[in-house]
């Protein structure tokens, strides 16, 4: 009886493995076949998208377009990547695209964006960029961004206008950006470490910049409503803080409320704080020789309010342009 009963018991838990491993390979199967459905669903989708753009105003091109990571990621590749807005005149061209989200949670992507890049703007802006990495997350809903951030290392580029005689050249060894949605309105916080600017030929001394704002109203930009044409034409920032900082103690940071009207024109409150007056006027006018006597009087403005000091912390008012420190009109801001 009990060779029997044992016999039974075996037979029982051969039953069990058998059912269980009949339901791992049917997961699987399943699995496997859902994961392929909704690649391929994702491809036809994009690949119609993208056809149907490049009828429209605003058309994207992803070359050679492929769905991949099987098992546990699905994203999106693309040998290159270009965008053509034609309302505004701005095109752009980029290298290879790699993305990739978690299947238990698509909403949420990484991505790794190569160069070279080059950007135009009609009539004759161009901007060609290069960089060694640089890779950004998103955080997606139904009606759009949630959040967004990019960093990339060793950034070179150049901008050139000819029709205004701009030739700008930039170099930064670290950046990063982070835009987020904070009820209606957008946090934006941004940096730029070892800037190095040229300016038609004169470089800039080195420094790190730094931008922490809110935009107001502006959440919306995060759907595919998208930004405004007109932009930075009609809005209202808090801005916490811009930094500049040169090194050996040489600091220069902003805050307060700007806006900026619908012709332009820009107004504001600020808090400016200051250390090392006397080195920040002899930049200023060693590279733009043309603002040189602006700057110095703003530089003795500046120190006669701070009792003559190297360090001070003033109040700079925006009216419609025009510059006031303390009652005083120092210098304009020209309509964007």
């Known amino acids: ?3 029997s009963s044992r016999a039974a018991d075996a037979s029982g838990v051969t039953r069990k493995l058998i ?6 390979v049917l997961f ?41 990571g ?5 994203g999106v590749f693309c040998d290159s990547v270009a965008v053509d807005d034609r309302p505004s005149g701005l095109s752009a061209t980029f290298g290879a695209l790699r993305s990739a989200a978690q299947v238990y949670r698509p909403g949420h992507a990484v991505f790794e964006l190569d160069g070279p ?16 990495l640089m890779h950004a997350s998103a955080v997606a809903w139904t009606d759009g961004l949630d ?4 960093a990339y290392d060793g950034l070179k580029g150049k901008l050139n206008m000819p029709s205004d005689g701009l030739s700008v050249g930039i170099a930064a060894a670290h950046g990063e950006k982070h835009v987020r949605r904070s009820g209606e309105a957008l946090d934006v916080a941004a940096s730029l470490g070892t800037l190095s600017l040229e300016l038609n030929g004169k470089a800039l001394p080195p420094m790190n910049v730094a931008a922490d704002l809110t935009i107001a109203d502006a959440a919306r930009w995060m759907s595919a409503e ?26 220069l940071t902003l805050s307060g409320p700007v806006t900026i009207g619908e012709d332009g024109t820009v107004s504001g409150a600020l808090d400016l704080t200051i250390e090392g007056i006397t080195a920040w006027r002899d930049r200023v006018s060693e590279v733009f020789p043309q ?19 190297e360090r001070a912390v003033v109040k700079i008012n925006i009216r419609q342009g025009t510059v006031y420190l303390g009652l005083f009109p120092v210098a304009e801001i020209p309509p964007l």
């Open 291 to 309: 603002v040189a006597k602006t700057a110095k009087r703003v530089a003795e403005g500046v120190k006669v309010l701070s009792g003559g000091q």
């Open 70 to 74: 099987f098992p546990f990621r699905i």
């Open 19 to 24: 059912l269980l491993a009949i339901a791992v």
């Open 147 to 150: 959040r967004f951030s990019a």
């Open 226 to 251: 998208g930004p405004p044409p007109n932009l930075p034409l009609g809005t209202s920032t808090e801005l916490r803080s811009l930094s500049f900082d040169l090194g050996a103690g040489q600091t």
């Open 1 to 3: 009886m009990a060779s």
């Open 28 to 68: 699987i199967a399943l699995y496997t076949g859902g994961w392929f459905y909704a690649a391929s669903w994702l491809k036809e989708r994009l690949d119609r998208e993208l056809a149907a753009s490049a009828q429209g105003m605003h058309s994207a091109s992803c070359g050679n377009l492929d769905v991949r």
């Open 117 to 132: 890049a080059q950007v135009r703007v009609t009539p004759d802006l161009v901007f060609d960029a290069n960089w060694d």
